[in-house]
């Protein structure tokens, strides 16, 4: 059985003290569950700060090589060895505003299977893209390109969060169509290149997620949860998102 996961991207939002009002929040609300893991991916600077608070925190970001001379970068070993329990590669944020390549997101996967690290692998077409109505091909290459040091047997490390970039903080999610077309597109890929594994990878939606609108996406097939950026800032919605996805 895969996992559902909703999964709270903070990018640089939070101060100190609100990140510790949040988790003062967070503990309020009961999230046990059997089928759905919630997951923190805040500021490293933050990530400390949730070793005690028994959620899974993961990194948004990481650099592949193992030490060295790299200024202003952290490696898998740094974060696991705060406790860190995942990271997120290949954000389009992180593509488009930091010019990070196929190859060298290919390379943080690489770094992350070599450590045995959790990642979820993010992917998504910008909005040209859609409109000329090649969005499969665009998302499929990515994959074919960002998986490309990743065997069957390594691949209970990997999620994919698939996300829009034109949905991304617009208010305007992709519609259950759209979401159910890619998602199973993506799923095809995934058994065509790792067989029957294929089956346990999660794949999650992303893209102006909200109260409003996550019963109906995580309705969708081969919708396994969501990774929200602007819904998981406040606690509440957050949990409504939490309670759509357990019902
Ligand atoms: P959003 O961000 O929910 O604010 O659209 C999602 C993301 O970028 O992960």
Redesign the pocket.
Known sequence: MRKQILAA?WKMNLTQKEVHSWIADFQTKNWNSEQVQVRVYPSAIYLKDFTTAQVHCGAQNVFHEVRGAFTGELSVEQLQSIGCQSVLIG?S?RRELFQESNELIAQKVKACIKASFPFVLCCGEPLSVRKAQTQEAFILDQLQKNLEHVSPDQIDLLAIAY?PIW???SGLSASVHEITEMHLAIRTFLMARFGEAGQNVSILY????NTANAAAIFNCANVDGA?????SLDVESFYELWLALCA
């Open positions: 991207n954000h944020e996300e949905a991304i903080g992303g893209g102006s997620v990774l929200v950026g602007g819904a």
